[in-house]
C-alpha cells in the first residue's frame, strides 16, 4: 500500500511537472530548451525578459527526468 501511495504522488507530480514545462514552451513557441537557448542567442527572445522562464523550464525538465527515474526504481 505504501509503495502504490509513492507511485501515485511520483505520477502526480510528474503530471504536473509536465503541465508546467508545456505551459512554458507554448508561450515561447519551442518544444525544448534548446530551441529556447537559440531564440535567445539569435535575439528573437531577450535574455533579461526571458530570464526567469528559462531557469523555470530548465529546472522543471531536470526534475522530470529525476521523477521518472524514482518511478523506474520504485517499479523495478
Known sequence: MEKEAIRQYLLHELRRV???SKFIMIKYNI?????FDEKIRRGELNET??????????????????????????EE
Request: charged letters at 55%; a negative charge; proline letters at 0%.
Open 18 to 20: 509536465r503541465l508546467e
Open 31 to 35: 518544444s525544448n530548451i534548446e530551441e
Open 49 to 74: 525578459d526571458v530570464f526567469e522562464d528559462f531557469t523555470r523550464l530548465d529546472y522543471l525538465l531536470d526534475r522530470e527526468e529525476k521523477l521518472r527515474k524514482l518511478l523506474e526504481e520504485l
